[in-house]
């Protein structure tokens, strides 16, 4: 309980800009809310899995989205808690911010590709709207809060060609579900963004090399495990696409597989570093 106290103490003292003086009581509070978190992430899916779902396996998708949440949570309780941008790419979260808009924009006026149980009936679509907000609210961090803090040497992977590559890939290459042109590419322009989101951040770790933020760590985990549950969906559905998309259930397969090994490298050392007990290393990059 008196962990739960200390989260909701931080929790207040962000909102209402009270700064602590000692770097020790803030790194108390940051790991306290990072605690408070998990557990009211945690709490959330329960009550969507438990109370607005029909426990079927489309769920996991939903499931998929929580997991997202509670990184972009992590993400927020040590940018306000350190007072620092350091470490986080813009890009990424341009990116990510292409994709909740674009998958809202289908999912809350379509019905094509929610899932089929009852958390795709509100719930599904509340998720990704909070995800959304949060990550409206780092990008401000970023560039207006701590845009002393930001690293953009560092962010330097080109933003127009993944933009560009994936609205061209929804052109010709999409589902057919909801089969109204519109929605169907604006869905898959969601699902190619998603993909090749987290790129511009992987990269900007490999730049600077060295030792990765613990909270940042568990943000990019976050992400990773929503990608392995997102790929899970994929697995078991893409046949169901396969008939009513054309190609579009193998391309998104094989699109959410090439995610993972994006991310793979990143995943190794996390885990040794986990099992290990030791602080988050990653070997710099050559280039």
Not at 141 to 160: F, I, M, N, R, W
Not at 182 to 207: G, K
Not at 230 to 237: C, D, G, I, V
Not at 241 to 266: N, P
Request: aromatic share 14%; glycine share 8%; hydrophobic share 45%.
């Amino acid at each position: 309980m008196a962990c739960l106290a200390d989260g909701l103490d931080f929790f207040y003292d962000m909102v209402a800009g009270n700064r602590s003086s000692k770097l020790e009581e803030r790194r108390s509070g940051s790991n306290a809310a990072v605690t408070f978190c998990y557990i009211a992430v945690v709490t959330l899916w329960f009550l969507i899995y438990g109370r607005f779902s029909n426990m079927d396996f489309s769920a996991i998708i939903t499931g998929a989205s929580v997991v997202q949440l509670l990184g972009w949570s992590i993400l927020s309780v040590k940018i306000r808690g350190s007072k620092s941008a350091a470490g986080l790419s813009s890009k990424t979260l341009t990116m990510w911010v292409i994709h909740y808009c674009c998958r809202l924009c289908s999912t809350t006026l379509r019905n094509g590709y929610v899932p089929v149980d009852r958390s795709g009936d509100g719930a599904y679509q509340l998720v990704d709207f909070m995800s959304l907000c949060t990550v409206l609210h780092l990008l401000y961090c970023v560039h207006k809060t701590y845009a002393h803090t930001y690293q953009e040497e560092h962010d330097s992977l080109p933003l127009g060609p993944l933009v560009a590559g994936c609205f061209t890939l929804s052109l010709f290459i999409r589902g057919n579900l909801i089969k109204v042109v519109y929605f169907d590419m604006v869905w898959t322009m969601s699902a190619y963004a998603e993909i090749f989101a987290m790129v511009p951040q992987l990269w900007m770790m490999a730049q600077q090399g060295g030792q990765v933020d613990g909270l940042t760590g568990h943000y990019v985990a976050c992400i990773v495990i929503s990608g392995v549950l997102t790929w899970t969906f994929w697995w078991w559905t893409y046949p169901q696409m396969e008939k009513r998309g054309g190609v579009a259930g193998h391309v998104m397969l094989c699109l959410q597989t090439l995610k993972l090994i994006f991310s793979a490298d990143f995943m190794y050392y996390y885990a040794m570093a986990f099992i290990g007990g030791t602080n988050l290393v990653l070997p710099a990059s050559e280039l």
